[in-house]
């Protein structure tokens, strides 16, 4: 089988969003952690605000994704080229005034601004030297960025479609293997806890199963892995490799893995639509939400509000 071929012949379907709902791997989490938290925001249509963590990872993903397009397409004398420092802070500082705009006010104070923006150069000027650890390997082809999966997880409700983009797709020549990176910016990495986490890595397991059905690829051709970016690093750290600002994990993606990410999947669809439409039930979502227990998070502020009243958002 020739995976490039088929990857390159795959036409992916646009939306109907007249006729058709799309599902993602961030609603499929809220729902997971918490029904009240879900229905907020795809019911109630009450938006998370803007802050300025969101803004550094979209600039941070630009700026890798512009950098890795031209080593692989252009080749290495145009990326070296590119100034990828004044892209990062041009693009930062741009998404930024964004915001203000939304909202009418600064998100950040001027010092965060600074710190953040440094923290992005630092990340960058890491990643320069050290390319060639990661990506800068022979026999791999840059496949696509941002390539969209959009495709119906069950049979029952084809107007449900689940809808991805991924960050980047390699082709390990050597492996005969397809690599789907998705980055990530972190403020000093993953733990162990994250790592652990089934909900927060399920994101790759579900792009991984429903990347080999849209392209005709061999899942056991499909490795995921995570890119995660650290803002920060220790000061005097204990270990040679806390000095990185890089970490790669790659999760458990095996097919028992898969099989349950898949019956997440189909359960969601499940409790949220009505059989055979893109039509939220309301009336089955009312119910699910009276059994408080269905919350997991216990960082939810919907379910466990902070009783001082003060808004405590953790990032990572």
């Keep these: 089988m020739n995976i490039l071929e088929n990857i390159q012949k795959t036409v992916v379907p646009e939306m109907d969003f007249n006729t058709e709902k799309n599902i993602s791997y961030t609603q499929l989490s809220a729902w997971t952690e918490c029904p009240h938290r879900w229905k907020e925001m795809y019911i109630d249509k009450i938006k998370t605000p803007p802050n300025i963590y969101f803004s550094f990872g979209t600039a941070m993903h630009e700026t890798l994704q512009e950098y890795m397009e031209l080593m692989y397409n252009k080749g290495q004398q145009h990326a070296d080229e590119f100034d990828a420092h004044t892209h990062f802070q041009n693009g930062f500082l741009s998404l930024y005034k964004e915001d203000i705009e939304k909202t009418g006010e600064n ?8 710190e953040f923006t440094n923290d ?5 000027d890491f990643f320069l030297r050290h390319r060639q650890e990661h990506f800068h390997k022979h026999g791999w082809k840059l496949v696509g960025i941002e390539m969209p999966v959009l495709i119906a997880p069950h049979e029952d409700y084809p107007n449900v479609k689940l809808m991805g983009k991924l960050d980047l797709v390699m082709f390990d020549e050597t492996l005969h293997k397809i690599v789907i990176w998705d980055i990530k910016t972190s403020t000093r990495g993953w733990t162990k806890y994250d790592k652990d986490n089934k909900i927060k ?18 899942v056991e051709n499909i490795d995921v892995r995570y890119f995660i970016v650290k803002r920060k690093i220790p000061d005097n750290p204990r270990y040679p490799i806390m ?17 349950k990410m898949v019956k997440n999947v189909r359960t969601f669809i499940e409790d949220v639509f009505v059989e055979g439409t893109h039509i939220y039930d309301t009336d089955k979502i009312e119910e699910i939400l009276k059994d408080t227990k269905k919350c997991t998070s216990k960082w939810c502020q919907t379910c466990r509000p902070p009783k001082d009243g003060i808004s405590k958002f953790v990032i990572s």
Excluded: H, W
């Design 107 to 114: 998100i950040a104070t001027k010092e965060q601004l600074v």
């Design 243 to 259: 000095k990185s600002r890089i970490q790669k994990f790659e999760p458990s993606s095996g097919k028992t893995t898969q099989n």
């Design 201 to 218: 890595t399920s994101q790759m397991v579900m792009y991984k199963k429903y990347f080999a059905e849209q392209y005709d690829v061999p």
């Design 120 to 124: 992005g150069l630092e990340i960058i």
